[in-house]
């Protein structure tokens, strides 16, 4: 009940089963919906900024805090398996949702999981846009969030964004992430030679200059999927896609319009 008042004052639409213990939300809107997958250690509220220009387009647009983040169950799911069983969630979560194939938007780690599912579940996925997103644990990645230090050393502006995200144990959430990427946990971890059976559309989004996330794993996405196309910026950013929001809305839009309509 409470989560359900919850989404009834942000003037999100009601559900009246559950089809996932994840914390989800969606607005209302047509079909084919939109479905947002955020960052390694982030939660879906970091696509504030992003979704209500997404919402405008008349879609239904829908978002999830994956299992370990935001206000989903912050079960220890830091081990080898971590990318398997958020996919595994993901598809709980869709095929409760809607019978009909979606549009994955996915940032960092969330457009690996997209990818994921994508290439394993092509049946649910009608397209997928991922950004800054790897494909591997490669050690240029592994050495920059090493460098970032214990999430207690952190400035108190970035302490108090992700305490608000994920709550009072934000401090146990961000470091069980950030210790299985750089304590050899995810050093096996490479989907490569799946991205060659994903059917649908891909649009790849990356920083030429990102510094958590080389250039080799868009090429890798684009070398690997038939029908995947590539947008370069160049901001130095991890976050392109809220660098330039503007002209990546409108790319988005431009991809699902095109690219996924044909």
């Given at each position: 009940m409470a989560a359900a008042a919850e989404r009834e004052a942000n003037g999100l639409s009601l559900h009246t089963a559950p089809v996932s213990d994840l914390w989800w939300s969606s607005d209302p809107g047509s079909t084919p919906s939109i479905v947002l997958l955020h960052e390694g250690a982030g939660s879906s509220q970091v696509w504030r900024s992003v979704q209500p220009t997404l919402s405008t387009s008349g879609r239904r647009v829908v978002m999830y805090d994956r299992r370990g983040f935001g206000r989903s169950p912050h079960d220890d799911v830091w081990t080898p398996a971590h990318f398997d069983a958020a996919v595994r969630d993901l598809v709980e979560l869709l095929t409760g949702l809607s019978t009909q194939p979606v549009d994955l938007l996915g940032h960092s780690d969330g457009g690996s999981v997209a990818l994921m599912v994508a290439a394993r579940?092509?049946?649910?996925?009608?397209?997928?846009?991922?950004?800054?997103?790897?494909?591997?644990?490669?050690?240029?990645?592994?050495?920059?969030?090493?460098?970032?230090?214990?999430?207690?050393?952190?400035?108190?502006?970035?302490?108090?964004?992700?305490?608000?995200?994920?709550?009072?144990?934000?401090?146990?959430?961000?470091?069980?992430?950030?210790?299985?990427?750089?304590?050899?946990?995810?050093?096996?971890?490479?989907?490569?030679?799946?991205?060659?059976?994903?059917?649908?559309?891909?649009?790849?989004?990356?920083?030429?200059?990102?510094?958590?996330?080389?250039?080799?794993?868009?090429?890798?996405?684009?070398?690997?999927?038939?029908?995947?196309?590539?947008?370069?910026?160049?901001?130095?950013?991890?976050?392109?896609?809220?660098?330039?929001?503007?002209?990546?809305?409108?790319?988005?839009?431009?991809?699902?319009?095109?690219?996924?309509?044909?």
């Open positions: 579940h092509p049946r649910l996925v009608r397209s997928a846009i991922v950004v800054a997103t790897h494909v591997f644990a490669d050690a240029v990645t592994v050495a920059a969030l090493r460098g970032l230090g214990q999430p207690s050393e952190w400035a108190e502006r970035i302490r108090d964004g992700y305490a608000l995200q994920h709550g009072p144990d934000w401090e146990r959430v961000v470091g069980g992430w950030l210790s299985m990427w750089i304590n050899g946990t995810l050093a096996d971890w490479d989907v490569r030679e799946e991205l060659g059976r994903i059917e649908c559309p891909v649009l790849v989004v990356h920083d030429r200059r990102d510094p958590l996330s080389p250039a080799q794993h868009a090429e890798a996405i684009a070398a690997a999927v038939s029908g995947s196309t590539v947008r370069w910026y160049d901001h130095g950013s991890h976050r392109p896609h809220l660098a330039d929001i503007r002209r990546f809305v409108a790319e988005a839009r431009a991809f699902w319009a095109g690219d996924v309509a044909e």
